[in-house]
Structure formats: structure tokens, C-alpha cells
């Protein structure tokens, strides 16, 4: 999951299992399964929809080819965690950056459909053999993981979702929609359960709670807000993710948005931060 967590100590192992958001990824412009709104209520469905006109619609989103950042997890001013990534969500390919357990630099160069690809480390290719496929399936857990803290908000009509309007809550003087988004057997962990706090004003969402897969349904959820939302070749992004009662932030630098690609982006094998 967070690959150079591992080496920090079984403490904030313990406190990055709850961080890892084990969704699968739909949101590639070519797949041919669609939402299926007959499994939603209809009220969610309109708040959702709402939402979308907020964030820049889906025409804006569709135009968005290329995404690219880095996913950074930081606890009391220090940096546990910064992966670069590269996604051509037209073709599928995709390149994910970091540091491993080991303290290795990687790079990983593959199709988020095919999950195969060529995995460099510190500048050398590995080759076909266990250790390569062990590297390429912890890159495409980052992505899984990394993209939805970024994109949620986008995902809310993926295949497999289903919405249902939980509530109305007032938080510090303001209004929320309260949308509850469960799967239907998709995903990694299909038995995660998300709230959506999409707020009455802007309609974006400001906050999400969430228990995932293998904690008890009843369980205190993990709570963050989604702030610093800013405008990206027409769609809208959150860039900064404060947690409540915990010394840990996750955040989104050099996040770069485009309806074109750079084909040599897929090529580098070289650190880039």
C-alpha cells in the first residue's frame, strides 16, 4: 500500500491502513459500462448531479486527457509519503513514481488495463520476474489509491456505485447534503462505505467520512475535508485533505490538467523530484 510506510514503524503502518482507499478505477474515457441510477435514489442522484455542474461538468471532464501530480502525506511537518503521478486516461498508460520500502528509487511504466508495463529502479530496468510483478501490481494500488483521494468527486456515477441521500447536516453555519456512496461488488474493496458532505452553497464536496472493508460497520469513521479547491483546464480540484483529531494532512502539488499529452512523459524513466 504506502510502500516506504512500511519502514517507518508498525504505529504509522497501523494509521496508514485507514488512509488507503482501495477503489477501482472506471473512470477511463473508453470503458463501455455505465452508472446504473435504478440502484440510487433519486434525490442523491440530483445533489450528485448538481455537483458535477459545480466542478466544471462532464463535458470539461471527459476534454481532460492528462492528469498529472504528486500525492503527498505529511504528519506533524514531515513527509511520509510523495508519489508522482502521470495518467492518459484516453490510452491508459500511466507512470507512477516514488520510493520504495527499500529505499529505491522506482519508476513504473504501464497500462492501468492491462496492468502491464516496465518498472525501473533507481534507473535500472528489472526483469521479467517476481520482483517486477510485485512492483507492478504495488504501482497500480497507488494509483487506485492515490487517484481517488484526488478524484472522488468525480467517480460518483462510475459503475458499481450506489447512492443513496443520507441526510441534511449544518457544520459551523453551514448547509451540507449528505450523500452516502456504497459499491455493488466492484473494486478492490468492494464493502467500503463513503459519505459525501457536497455543500447547499457551492456544491462541492467539503468533506467525506469513510469505513472501509474489514473494519466493523459500526466503527468510528475517518473524517477529512477537502479544501483549496482551485480550477484546472475547466474542472475544479481539491488540493489539501485536513484530517480531524490527527496530525496528518494529505496534499496535491505540481498538479497539471490538459486536454493534450506529452508523449515523452511515458518515456521517462529518470527521477523528475
Known sequence: MLNNILRMGTAIFILFLSLYCGRNDTSSTNDTRSFDASKSDSSAIEV???MWQALGGREAWAKARYLSYRWIVEREDSVLADYRHDWDRYTGRYRAEGTNRDGNHFVALFNVQSRQGDVYLDGVELPDDSTKANMLERAYARFINDSYWLLMPYKLNDPGVILSYDREQEIQNKGYDVVKVTFEQVGLTPDDTYRAFINKQDRLMHKWEYVLQGQEPDAEPTVAWWMDWQEFDGIKLALDRQFEDRSIR?????????????????QLTERTF
Request: proline content about 0%.
Open 250 to 266: 494529505i496534499y496535491f502539488k505540481d498538479v497539471t490538467v490538459s486536454s493534450t499529452v506529452d508523449e515523452d512523459v511515458f
Open 48 to 50: 450528485v448531479d448538481e
